[in-house]
Each structure stands twice: as C-alpha cells, then as structure tokens.
C-alpha cells in the first residue's frame, strides 16, 4: 500500500509566523498535492506538483508557496500565517492516471 | 472554470436502504470520476471509480454510473449500513489531470 506521511496532525501557531507543512510518499510517485479542507467547502487545490522542482498554482493558491526539493517530499509553506489559514491540510500523490492516496492530514490552528 | 455539484449535502437514511448522491460537472474533456468515503477524524479513501468508456460499475453494495451526455454521474449504495455513515466526494479528472472535488455529502445511516 501506498503510505503518504504528513508530519503533524495538530498544529498551533501564530499570526504571522511561517509555517512549514511536510508531506512524504514512499512509493516514488511524480504528482503530488496539497488540498485545504474546509467544512461546506470541500477539498479545493492549493498547489500542485508533477516532478521534483516543478509546481503549479491550483485554485486557491494565495499566501501559500511550496516546495519539492525531493521527489517523495512536498512542503507547504505559508510565509506569514493568519487566522483564515486555519483549516484541514490534505497531502496526496498519485501514479500515473489513478486515483490519489490522502495523508492523514495536519489540523492547523492559528491565532 | 471546472466545477462539480454534488447534491444533496446531507442525506438521512435507515438501516437498510439504498442512498444516492449525484454531481454534475462542467468539462467536457474529463474521463475519469472516482469517488471518496471520508469517516470522521480520518483521510478521505477511494471506494469505486469509473472511467468514461463505460456507464456503470459496481462492487458489491456500491456502484456508480455515469451519463456523459447530461455530463453528471452517481453513486449508490444499496443495503445501507451505520457503518456507511462518513461524507462522500465525487470528484473528477479534467483536461489538466489535476481531480476537482465536490462539496461533499454527509451521509447518516440511521440503526
């Protein structure tokens, strides 16, 4: 199976502090993602990435950046949090033109 | 831009019934619509998907099918049980491989 880890589950932190979110797969898939989840809202794009270095703006990609240095590793970054940040961060990958497998998610809170 | 309605956002049902939850998209060039379960407090997982060379599959209480005329496709699950209770997405592939997710249903299977 694959296993897509993200490094934290909770998260607190303040306003404008950065934010570093990380995300590991193992199963060296190339398209990785990172999704808010929001309640009423669902899973919307924040960026996405198909190779190391490579990234591309989802939808809702404002006041976040990333990072794929490494190919099992996608960071988000959030360079000066604030208090509408606060949501659900989903992390996935994907092989070829299947589905995605999720992490288990970082519930960030900030104040 | 791409888009997915997904109705209704919340459905009741007793033990036993059959529930359905329908989403309608909006890009003509997509062929691929998974759908994810998403129990409370963990990832959403994939539970059936369907390509767009066929109009149904199933597996065991669970099916969807797709119309890709009137571009909307459906999930069913028949027998319902409480341990069906979670929210669904629907979601869907575009031209750009990135997937596009609904809003959510929240499902309450009711013993």
């Known amino acids: 199976d694959v296993k897509v880890t993200q490094s934290s589950r909770y998260l607190v932190k303040r306003t404008g502090e950065k934010v570093f979110l990380e995300c590991v797969q193992d199963m060296d898939h190339e398209n990785m993602f990172w999704y808010r989840q929001d309640p009423g809202l669902g899973l919307r794009l924040i960026y996405f990435?198909?190779?190391?270095?490579?990234?591309e703006k989802g939808d809702i990609p404002e006041g976040y950046s990333v990072s794929r240095e490494k190919k099992e590793r996608f960071s988000l970054i959030l360079e000066s949090a604030s208090t509408n940040q606060t949501s659900m961060y989903l992390c996935a990958s994907r092989e070829g033109s299947y589905g995605y497998t999720f992490g288990s998610g970082t519930r960030l809170t900030v104040v | 831009g791409e888009n997915v309605e997904q109705h209704p956002s919340t459905l009741s049902v007793q033990e036993g019934d059959s529930a359905v939850i329908k989403c309608t998209y909006s890009?003509?060039?997509?062929?691929?619509f998974p759908w994810y379960k998403q129990e409370l407090g963990k990832r959403p997982q994939l539970i059936i998907d369907i390509r767009s060379n066929v109009g149904e599959k199933k597996d065991q209480r669970i099916a969807v099918t797709l119309n890709k005329t009137a571009k909307h496709f459906s999930l069913h699950i028949t027998e319902t049980q409480p341990e069906d209770s979670a929210v669904y997405f629907c979601a869907y592939r575009g031209s750009n491989y990135k997937l596009t997710f609904g809003k959510g249903t929240l499902l309450t299977v009711n013993p």
């Open positions: 990435s198909y190779d190391v270095k490579m990234k």
């Open positions: 890009d003509s060039a997509s062929n691929y």
